[in-house]
Protein backbone atom coordinates (compact mmCIF):
# COMPACT_ATOMS: atom_id res chain seq x y z
CA UNK A 1 0.00 0.00 0.00
CA UNK A 2 1.39 3.69 -1.26
CA UNK A 3 0.91 6.41 1.36
CA UNK A 4 -1.03 8.09 -1.60
CA UNK A 5 -3.61 5.51 -1.67
CA UNK A 6 -6.80 6.53 -0.41
CA UNK A 7 -10.12 4.37 0.47
CA UNK A 8 -13.37 4.84 -0.27
CA UNK A 9 -16.54 4.26 1.21
CA UNK A 10 -17.67 0.71 0.22
CA UNK A 11 -20.61 0.63 -2.24
CA UNK A 12 -23.05 -0.75 0.31
CA UNK A 13 -22.76 2.60 2.62
CA UNK A 14 -25.89 4.54 2.24
CA UNK A 15 -24.17 7.50 1.80
CA UNK A 16 -21.86 6.38 -1.45
CA UNK A 17 -25.49 4.40 -2.50
CA UNK A 18 -27.06 8.39 -2.08
CA UNK A 19 -24.81 9.81 -4.30
CA UNK A 20 -25.02 7.45 -7.17
CA UNK A 21 -28.77 7.66 -6.81
CA UNK A 22 -28.59 11.75 -7.73
CA UNK A 23 -25.97 11.31 -10.19
CA UNK A 24 -28.06 8.77 -11.79
CA UNK A 25 -30.99 11.02 -11.40
CA UNK A 26 -29.02 13.61 -12.83
CA UNK A 27 -28.30 11.54 -16.17
CA UNK A 28 -31.48 10.48 -16.80
CA UNK A 29 -33.00 13.77 -16.32
CA UNK A 30 -30.65 15.49 -18.92
CA UNK A 31 -30.99 12.43 -21.20
CA UNK A 32 -34.80 11.49 -21.00
CA UNK A 33 -38.31 13.04 -21.71
CA UNK A 34 -40.35 12.13 -18.62
CA UNK A 35 -41.27 13.89 -15.64
CA UNK A 36 -38.18 14.81 -13.32
CA UNK A 37 -39.80 14.55 -10.64
CA UNK A 38 -41.35 10.67 -11.34
CA UNK A 39 -37.55 10.08 -12.39
CA UNK A 40 -35.99 10.82 -9.25
CA UNK A 41 -39.44 8.74 -7.62
CA UNK A 42 -38.05 5.51 -9.51
CA UNK A 43 -34.34 5.92 -8.26
CA UNK A 44 -35.64 6.45 -4.69
CA UNK A 45 -37.54 3.39 -5.14
CA UNK A 46 -34.93 1.28 -6.67
CA UNK A 47 -33.11 2.51 -3.09
CA UNK A 48 -35.80 1.59 -1.09
CA UNK A 49 -36.08 -2.26 -2.86
CA UNK A 50 -32.27 -2.78 -1.64
CA UNK A 51 -31.30 -3.96 1.54
CA UNK A 52 -31.10 -0.56 3.91
CA UNK A 53 -32.86 0.99 5.81
CA UNK A 54 -36.09 2.63 5.51
CA UNK A 55 -35.36 5.05 8.30
CA UNK A 56 -31.79 5.73 7.36
CA UNK A 57 -33.19 6.15 4.20
CA UNK A 58 -35.90 8.57 5.21
CA UNK A 59 -33.14 10.65 7.10
CA UNK A 60 -30.57 10.50 4.89
CA UNK A 61 -32.41 11.33 0.88
CA UNK A 62 -32.61 14.78 -0.11
CA UNK A 63 -35.95 15.79 -0.34
CA UNK A 64 -37.02 16.07 -4.36
CA UNK A 65 -37.76 19.99 -3.35
CA UNK A 66 -34.62 20.47 -2.81
CA UNK A 67 -32.87 18.95 -5.78
CA UNK A 68 -35.24 19.85 -8.29
CA UNK A 69 -33.68 23.27 -9.31
CA UNK A 70 -30.34 21.46 -9.97
CA UNK A 71 -32.18 18.87 -11.69
CA UNK A 72 -33.67 21.24 -14.16
CA UNK A 73 -31.05 23.15 -14.97
CA UNK A 74 -29.03 20.19 -15.70
CA UNK A 75 -31.85 19.25 -18.36
CA UNK A 76 -32.41 22.76 -19.86
CA UNK A 77 -28.24 23.11 -20.20
CA UNK A 78 -28.49 21.11 -23.52
CA UNK A 79 -32.14 23.26 -24.47
CA UNK A 80 -31.42 25.61 -27.27
CA UNK A 81 -31.37 29.21 -25.90
CA UNK A 82 -34.88 31.00 -27.66
CA UNK A 83 -34.48 31.45 -31.01
CA UNK A 84 -35.07 35.62 -32.22
CA UNK A 85 -37.84 34.62 -34.80
CA UNK A 86 -39.10 31.15 -36.34
CA UNK A 87 -36.51 31.48 -39.13
CA UNK A 88 -33.92 30.80 -36.42
CA UNK A 89 -35.63 27.57 -34.83
CA UNK A 90 -32.94 24.43 -34.90
CA UNK A 91 -34.46 21.35 -35.12
CA UNK A 92 -31.94 19.16 -35.98
CA UNK A 93 -31.81 17.50 -32.47
CA UNK A 94 -33.30 14.04 -31.48
CA UNK A 95 -34.92 15.95 -28.80
CA UNK A 96 -37.28 17.36 -31.17
CA UNK A 97 -37.85 14.40 -33.59
CA UNK A 98 -38.31 11.36 -30.79
CA UNK A 99 -41.29 11.09 -28.51
CA UNK A 100 -40.32 10.00 -24.53
CA UNK A 101 -41.29 6.84 -25.60
CA UNK A 102 -37.94 6.94 -27.88
CA UNK A 103 -39.92 6.20 -31.16
CA UNK A 104 -40.26 8.29 -34.00
CA UNK A 105 -42.60 11.69 -33.56
CA UNK A 106 -42.85 12.78 -36.95
CA UNK A 107 -41.47 16.47 -38.05
CA UNK A 108 -43.27 18.99 -40.98
CA UNK A 109 -41.34 21.70 -41.63
CA UNK A 110 -42.12 23.66 -44.94
CA UNK A 111 -38.69 26.01 -44.34
CA UNK A 112 -40.45 28.49 -46.53
CA UNK A 113 -40.54 32.08 -45.54
CA UNK A 114 -43.57 31.91 -43.35
CA UNK A 115 -42.37 28.77 -42.32
CA UNK A 116 -44.99 26.73 -41.01
CA UNK A 117 -43.73 23.44 -38.22
CA UNK A 118 -45.94 20.58 -37.33
CA UNK A 119 -45.45 18.13 -34.96
CA UNK A 120 -47.39 14.30 -35.67
CA UNK A 121 -47.73 10.89 -36.04
CA UNK A 122 -47.85 9.70 -40.04
CA UNK A 123 -51.68 9.07 -39.52
CA UNK A 124 -52.11 12.69 -38.05
CA UNK A 125 -50.16 14.48 -41.25
CA UNK A 126 -52.14 12.32 -43.51
CA UNK A 127 -55.53 14.05 -42.05
CA UNK A 128 -53.67 17.28 -42.05
CA UNK A 129 -52.30 17.02 -45.43
CA UNK A 130 -56.11 15.77 -46.85
CA UNK A 131 -57.92 18.60 -44.90
CA UNK A 132 -59.58 22.01 -46.38
CA UNK A 133 -57.79 24.26 -43.65
CA UNK A 134 -54.89 24.89 -42.18
CA UNK A 135 -54.31 26.94 -38.80
CA UNK A 136 -51.69 29.42 -37.95
CA UNK A 137 -50.43 26.24 -35.52
CA UNK A 138 -50.29 23.49 -37.71
CA UNK A 139 -53.61 21.86 -36.64
CA UNK A 140 -57.02 20.68 -37.91
CA UNK A 141 -59.62 21.72 -35.64
CA UNK A 142 -62.88 20.98 -34.34
CA UNK A 143 -64.70 23.07 -32.00
CA UNK A 144 -66.75 21.25 -30.09
CA UNK A 145 -64.12 19.05 -28.54
CA UNK A 146 -61.72 21.71 -27.33
CA UNK A 147 -59.21 20.21 -24.89
CA UNK A 148 -60.43 16.57 -25.43
CA UNK A 149 -59.05 13.43 -27.40
CA UNK A 150 -62.48 11.99 -28.23
CA UNK A 151 -62.45 8.26 -30.22
CA UNK A 152 -64.39 7.82 -32.84
CA UNK A 153 -65.45 3.96 -31.72
CA UNK A 154 -67.11 5.47 -28.94
CA UNK A 155 -69.78 6.58 -31.40
CA UNK A 156 -69.77 3.93 -34.13
CA UNK A 157 -72.15 1.53 -32.08
CA UNK A 158 -74.90 4.15 -32.46
CA UNK A 159 -74.06 5.18 -35.95
CA UNK A 160 -74.23 1.56 -37.08
CA UNK A 161 -77.83 1.39 -34.78
CA UNK A 162 -79.39 4.48 -36.82
CA UNK A 163 -78.50 2.56 -40.13
CA UNK A 164 -79.64 -0.42 -39.50
CA UNK A 165 -83.19 1.06 -38.03
CA UNK A 166 -82.91 3.17 -41.51
CA UNK A 167 -82.44 0.45 -43.50
CA UNK A 168 -85.75 -1.83 -44.70
CA UNK A 169 -83.67 -4.83 -43.70
CA UNK A 170 -80.53 -5.56 -42.15
CA UNK A 171 -78.17 -6.21 -44.21
CA UNK A 172 -75.52 -9.04 -43.02
CA UNK A 173 -72.27 -6.90 -43.95
CA UNK A 174 -73.12 -4.41 -41.54
CA UNK A 175 -71.17 -5.60 -38.85
CA UNK A 176 -68.55 -5.93 -40.91
CA UNK A 177 -68.70 -2.45 -41.66
CA UNK A 178 -68.99 -1.41 -37.74
CA UNK A 179 -65.71 -3.16 -36.89
CA UNK A 180 -63.80 -1.81 -39.80
CA UNK A 181 -64.52 1.58 -38.86
CA UNK A 182 -63.37 0.97 -35.53
CA UNK A 183 -60.17 -0.88 -36.65
CA UNK A 184 -59.59 2.63 -38.80
CA UNK A 185 -60.29 4.46 -35.84
CA UNK A 186 -58.06 2.82 -33.52
CA UNK A 187 -55.46 3.47 -35.97
CA UNK A 188 -55.49 7.22 -34.95
CA UNK A 189 -56.50 9.48 -32.35
CA UNK A 190 -57.76 12.97 -33.18
CA UNK A 191 -57.00 15.23 -31.12
CA UNK A 192 -60.05 18.55 -31.85
CA UNK A 193 -60.38 21.51 -30.64
CA UNK A 194 -63.86 23.77 -29.50
CA UNK A 195 -64.57 27.11 -30.50
CA UNK A 196 -64.00 27.38 -34.32
CA UNK A 197 -66.20 27.72 -36.82
CA UNK A 198 -68.23 24.76 -38.22
CA UNK A 199 -66.87 25.33 -41.54
CA UNK A 200 -63.67 24.62 -40.30
CA UNK A 201 -64.38 20.88 -40.34
CA UNK A 202 -64.85 19.03 -43.31
CA UNK A 203 -62.48 15.91 -43.32
CA UNK A 204 -61.09 13.27 -40.67
CA UNK A 205 -59.61 10.05 -41.65
CA UNK A 206 -62.68 8.07 -41.72
CA UNK A 207 -63.63 10.11 -44.42
CA UNK A 208 -60.35 9.75 -46.57
CA UNK A 209 -60.90 6.37 -45.70
CA UNK A 210 -64.36 5.68 -47.00
CA UNK A 211 -63.32 5.01 -50.64
CA UNK A 212 -60.84 1.90 -49.51
CA UNK A 213 -64.04 0.71 -48.79
CA UNK A 214 -65.03 -0.24 -52.59
CA UNK A 215 -61.81 -1.89 -53.00
CA UNK A 216 -62.55 -4.33 -49.55
CA UNK A 217 -64.55 -7.95 -51.15
CA UNK A 218 -66.64 -7.46 -48.11
CA UNK A 219 -68.39 -3.85 -49.15
CA UNK A 220 -68.75 -4.89 -52.93
CA UNK A 221 -72.47 -4.92 -52.57
CA UNK A 222 -75.30 -2.79 -53.92
CA UNK A 223 -77.49 -0.77 -50.98
CA UNK A 224 -80.03 1.89 -51.38
CA UNK A 225 -78.75 5.00 -51.26
CA UNK A 226 -79.53 5.88 -48.12
CA UNK A 227 -76.15 3.63 -46.67
CA UNK A 228 -74.03 5.89 -49.70
CA UNK A 229 -75.43 8.96 -47.77
CA UNK A 230 -74.28 7.67 -44.38
CA UNK A 231 -70.93 7.06 -45.35
CA UNK A 232 -70.60 10.25 -46.95
CA UNK A 233 -72.05 12.04 -43.43
CA UNK A 234 -70.11 9.72 -40.91
CA UNK A 235 -67.51 12.47 -39.96
CA UNK A 236 -70.45 15.09 -39.34
CA UNK A 237 -72.70 12.74 -37.72
CA UNK A 238 -69.71 12.26 -35.18
CA UNK A 239 -68.70 15.89 -35.09
CA UNK A 240 -72.49 17.10 -33.70
CA UNK A 241 -73.34 14.38 -31.92
CA UNK A 242 -73.07 16.22 -29.06
CA UNK A 243 -75.20 18.90 -30.43
CA UNK A 244 -77.75 16.17 -30.97
CA UNK A 245 -77.47 14.93 -27.99
CA UNK A 246 -78.35 18.74 -26.02
CA UNK A 247 -81.41 19.13 -27.99
CA UNK A 248 -82.55 15.81 -27.32
CA UNK A 249 -81.66 16.71 -23.49
CA UNK A 250 -83.79 19.74 -23.48
CA UNK A 251 -86.84 17.86 -24.27
CA UNK A 252 -86.38 15.20 -21.89
CA UNK A 253 -87.22 15.14 -18.05
CA UNK A 254 -83.60 13.57 -16.24
CA UNK A 255 -85.43 10.17 -14.35
CA UNK A 256 -83.86 11.34 -11.00
CA UNK A 257 -85.76 14.58 -11.09
CA UNK A 258 -88.73 12.43 -10.14
CA UNK A 259 -86.93 10.65 -7.63
CA UNK A 260 -85.55 13.93 -6.14
CA UNK A 261 -89.30 15.82 -5.99
CA UNK A 262 -90.69 12.55 -3.67
CA UNK A 263 -88.28 14.46 -1.04
CA UNK A 264 -88.10 17.93 -1.91
CA UNK A 265 -89.39 18.34 1.73
CA UNK A 266 -86.34 17.04 2.86
CA UNK A 267 -83.86 18.99 0.89
CA UNK A 268 -85.78 22.67 1.60
CA UNK A 269 -85.91 21.70 5.58
CA UNK A 270 -82.22 20.47 5.78
CA UNK A 271 -81.42 23.68 3.88
CA UNK A 272 -83.03 25.99 6.33
CA UNK A 273 -82.92 24.14 9.84
CA UNK A 274 -80.05 21.24 9.28
CA UNK A 275 -77.90 21.59 12.88
CA UNK A 276 -75.44 18.50 12.68
CA UNK A 277 -74.88 14.94 11.78
CA UNK A 278 -71.99 12.50 13.07
CA UNK A 279 -71.08 9.07 11.30
CA UNK A 280 -67.89 7.16 10.07
CA UNK A 281 -66.03 9.80 12.35
CA UNK A 282 -66.81 12.45 10.57
CA UNK A 283 -69.09 15.56 11.67
CA UNK A 284 -71.42 17.26 9.17
CA UNK A 285 -73.29 20.67 10.07
CA UNK A 286 -75.11 23.19 7.91
CA UNK A 287 -71.95 24.57 6.99
CA UNK A 288 -70.74 21.31 5.19
CA UNK A 289 -74.71 20.56 3.92
CA UNK A 290 -75.16 24.42 2.80
CA UNK A 291 -71.96 23.19 0.20
CA UNK A 292 -74.61 21.24 -1.88
CA UNK A 293 -76.83 24.05 -3.04
CA UNK A 294 -76.11 25.12 -6.78
CA UNK A 295 -72.81 26.70 -8.21
CA UNK A 296 -70.80 25.98 -4.50
CA UNK A 297 -67.73 23.90 -4.24
CA UNK A 298 -67.77 20.45 -2.33
CA UNK A 299 -65.63 20.60 0.63
CA UNK A 300 -63.79 17.35 1.71
CA UNK A 301 -65.92 16.65 4.72
CA UNK A 302 -69.41 15.89 2.51
CA UNK A 303 -67.49 13.76 -0.16
CA UNK A 304 -65.64 11.56 2.66
CA UNK A 305 -68.88 11.03 4.36
CA UNK A 306 -70.53 10.21 1.36
CA UNK A 307 -67.68 7.63 -0.12
CA UNK A 308 -67.92 6.01 3.50
CA UNK A 309 -71.60 5.72 2.94
CA UNK A 310 -71.55 4.52 -0.05
CA UNK A 311 -69.33 1.59 1.29
CA UNK A 312 -71.14 1.11 4.08
CA UNK A 313 -74.56 0.96 3.03
CA UNK A 314 -74.06 -0.98 -0.24
CA UNK A 315 -72.37 -3.51 1.82
CA UNK A 316 -68.96 -4.03 -0.26
CA UNK A 317 -65.46 -5.32 0.40
CA UNK A 318 -64.34 -1.86 -0.03
CA UNK A 319 -62.08 0.45 1.50
CA UNK A 320 -61.47 4.46 1.62
CA UNK A 321 -58.40 6.40 1.76
CA UNK A 322 -59.90 9.64 3.16
CA UNK A 323 -58.66 13.06 1.01
CA UNK A 324 -55.71 14.24 2.97
CA UNK A 325 -54.17 10.96 2.50
CA UNK A 326 -53.64 11.77 -0.86
CA UNK A 327 -52.32 15.69 -0.18
CA UNK A 328 -50.09 14.20 2.72
CA UNK A 329 -48.52 11.78 -0.06
CA UNK A 330 -48.24 14.18 -2.97
CA UNK A 331 -46.34 16.58 -0.90
CA UNK A 332 -44.32 14.58 1.56
CA UNK A 333 -43.41 11.56 0.18
CA UNK A 334 -44.63 7.80 0.27
CA UNK A 335 -42.97 7.45 3.92
CA UNK A 336 -45.23 9.84 5.41
CA UNK A 337 -48.21 7.72 5.10
CA UNK A 338 -46.75 4.58 5.39
CA UNK A 339 -47.78 3.72 8.61
CA UNK A 340 -51.14 5.00 7.96
CA UNK A 341 -52.87 1.86 7.48
CA UNK A 342 -51.02 -0.30 9.85
CA UNK A 343 -52.49 -3.21 10.68
CA UNK A 344 -54.80 -3.19 7.35
CA UNK A 345 -54.16 -5.57 4.43
CA UNK A 346 -55.19 -3.05 1.75
CA UNK A 347 -54.64 -5.55 -1.40
CA UNK A 348 -57.41 -7.99 0.27
CA UNK A 349 -60.45 -5.01 -1.19
CA UNK A 350 -62.28 -5.32 -4.08
CA UNK A 351 -62.25 -1.52 -4.75
CA UNK A 352 -60.31 1.22 -3.03
CA UNK A 353 -61.87 5.06 -3.20
CA UNK A 354 -59.60 7.71 -3.13
CA UNK A 355 -60.50 11.32 -3.06
CA UNK A 356 -58.02 13.82 -4.45
CA UNK A 357 -58.07 17.06 -4.68
CA UNK A 358 -56.05 18.96 -6.87
CA UNK A 359 -55.88 22.62 -6.94
CA UNK A 360 -58.92 23.08 -5.99
CA UNK A 361 -60.35 20.58 -8.60
CA UNK A 362 -61.76 17.53 -7.01
CA UNK A 363 -60.82 13.89 -8.89
CA UNK A 364 -61.29 10.43 -8.03
CA UNK A 365 -58.80 7.57 -8.18
CA UNK A 366 -59.72 3.36 -7.76
CA UNK A 367 -57.54 0.58 -6.67
CA UNK A 368 -59.28 -2.61 -7.88
CA UNK A 369 -56.90 -4.76 -6.55
CA UNK A 370 -58.32 -8.25 -8.04
CA UNK A 371 -58.74 -6.55 -11.53
CA UNK A 372 -55.02 -5.76 -10.86
CA UNK A 373 -56.37 -1.81 -12.19
CA UNK A 374 -55.88 1.65 -10.61
CA UNK A 375 -57.49 4.18 -12.66
CA UNK A 376 -58.03 7.80 -12.61
CA UNK A 377 -61.42 9.90 -13.17
CA UNK A 378 -61.16 13.33 -14.32
CA UNK A 379 -64.43 15.62 -14.95
CA UNK A 380 -61.71 18.09 -16.83
CA UNK A 381 -59.78 15.17 -18.44
CA UNK A 382 -56.38 16.90 -17.34
CA UNK A 383 -53.19 14.80 -17.67
CA UNK A 384 -52.83 13.22 -13.90
CA UNK A 385 -49.19 11.04 -14.56
CA UNK A 386 -48.15 12.24 -11.86
CA UNK A 387 -51.08 10.89 -9.60
CA UNK A 388 -51.08 7.56 -11.15
CA UNK A 389 -46.91 7.96 -10.24
CA UNK A 390 -47.59 8.80 -6.96
CA UNK A 391 -50.14 5.94 -6.32
CA UNK A 392 -47.72 3.44 -8.05
CA UNK A 393 -44.54 4.35 -5.99
CA UNK A 394 -46.93 3.96 -2.62
CA UNK A 395 -48.30 0.55 -3.75
CA UNK A 396 -44.94 -0.67 -4.19
CA UNK A 397 -43.99 -0.03 -0.97
CA UNK A 398 -46.76 -1.30 0.97
CA UNK A 399 -46.92 -4.24 -1.22
CA UNK A 400 -43.47 -5.18 -0.50
CA UNK A 401 -43.94 -4.49 2.88
CA UNK A 402 -46.86 -7.11 3.00
CA UNK A 403 -45.36 -9.75 0.95
CA UNK A 404 -42.19 -8.88 0.90
CA UNK A 405 -41.88 -9.00 -3.15
CA UNK A 406 -42.30 -6.47 -5.85
CA UNK A 407 -45.65 -5.54 -7.58
CA UNK A 408 -46.85 -7.48 -9.95
CA UNK A 409 -45.99 -5.87 -13.24
CA UNK A 410 -49.05 -6.72 -14.81
CA UNK A 411 -51.40 -3.84 -12.52
CA UNK A 412 -52.08 -1.37 -14.75
CA UNK A 413 -52.25 2.25 -14.27
CA UNK A 414 -54.23 4.39 -16.58
CA UNK A 415 -56.77 7.77 -16.48
CA UNK A 416 -60.43 6.86 -17.71
CA UNK A 417 -60.94 8.95 -21.05
CA UNK A 418 -64.86 7.50 -21.77
CA UNK A 419 -66.22 9.64 -19.01
CA UNK A 420 -68.82 12.60 -18.91
CA UNK A 421 -66.72 16.29 -18.50
CA UNK A 422 -68.08 18.64 -16.45
CA UNK A 423 -69.26 22.12 -18.22
CA UNK A 424 -68.39 24.88 -15.54
CA UNK A 425 -66.38 25.15 -12.55
CA UNK A 426 -67.83 24.00 -9.04
CA UNK A 427 -69.45 20.48 -10.28
CA UNK A 428 -65.85 18.34 -9.68
CA UNK A 429 -67.28 17.51 -6.21
CA UNK A 430 -70.52 16.29 -7.23
CA UNK A 431 -68.57 14.65 -10.57
CA UNK A 432 -66.50 12.30 -7.89
CA UNK A 433 -69.12 11.35 -6.29
CA UNK A 434 -71.31 9.80 -9.31
CA UNK A 435 -67.69 8.44 -10.30
CA UNK A 436 -67.26 6.46 -7.11
CA UNK A 437 -71.22 5.54 -6.45
CA UNK A 438 -70.58 4.02 -10.05
CA UNK A 439 -67.75 2.32 -9.65
CA UNK A 440 -69.62 0.51 -6.16
CA UNK A 441 -71.93 -0.97 -8.08
CA UNK A 442 -69.07 -2.61 -9.65
CA UNK A 443 -69.58 -0.66 -13.43
CA UNK A 444 -68.49 1.22 -15.54
CA UNK A 445 -71.39 2.79 -16.83
CA UNK A 446 -71.32 6.78 -16.50
CA UNK A 447 -74.46 7.68 -17.93
CA UNK A 448 -75.22 11.02 -15.99
CA UNK A 449 -74.82 14.11 -17.81
CA UNK A 450 -73.33 17.44 -16.79
CA UNK A 451 -76.78 19.52 -16.42
CA UNK A 452 -78.46 16.94 -14.18
CA UNK A 453 -75.33 17.86 -11.57
CA UNK A 454 -78.40 20.12 -9.66
CA UNK A 455 -80.17 17.17 -8.54
CA UNK A 456 -77.44 14.53 -7.92
CA UNK A 457 -76.44 17.72 -5.42
CA UNK A 458 -79.82 16.39 -3.93
CA UNK A 459 -79.37 13.46 -4.11
CA UNK A 460 -76.56 13.40 -2.36
CA UNK A 461 -77.93 15.61 0.69
CA UNK A 462 -81.29 13.27 0.68
CA UNK A 463 -79.22 10.76 1.23
CA UNK A 464 -77.14 11.83 3.90
CA UNK A 465 -80.00 12.78 5.96
CA UNK A 466 -81.81 9.59 5.69
CA UNK A 467 -78.34 7.24 5.95
CA UNK A 468 -78.72 5.58 2.62
CA UNK A 469 -77.73 5.55 -0.52
CA UNK A 470 -80.81 6.63 -3.09
Known amino acids: ????????????????????????????????????????????????????????????????????????KARNKDIP???????????????????????????????????????????????????????????????????????????????????????????????LFVEYMKKLEAETTLNFKRRQFKNDFRKCRLQTELNNLQQNKYFNFHLPQLLGYYLSKFAYLYQYKSDVNEKSIENSV?????????????????????TAISNFGINLTSVDMDRLKPRTWLNDNLINYYLHLLVWYNKINAFNFESYFYSTLSTRGCLNVK?????????????????????????????????????????????????????RFYLEMKYREQYNVSLTPHRVFYQEQNIPLQTNTYDCGVFLCKFAYTKSLNSNSFNFLAREMDYYRKNILISIVLNKII
Open 1 to 72: ENGNHVDHPNFSSIDTRLLQCLDTVTKRSRNEYGSINSIFRDETNRIIEEDYSIDEIATKMPKFENVKDKLY
Open 81 to 175: TLPKNIQHVDLTSERYSNTKYKTRFLLFDTNDKERIIAYASDNQLQILSKSQRWHIDGTFKCFQFYNQGPRTNNHVEGFHRKIDIDLPQSHPNLY
Open 254 to 274: PAITTKISTYKTIVDQTFQNF
Open 339 to 391: NWFRGVNIFQFDLILIPINMGNHWILATIENFKCKVTVYDSFKHNQNSVLDNL
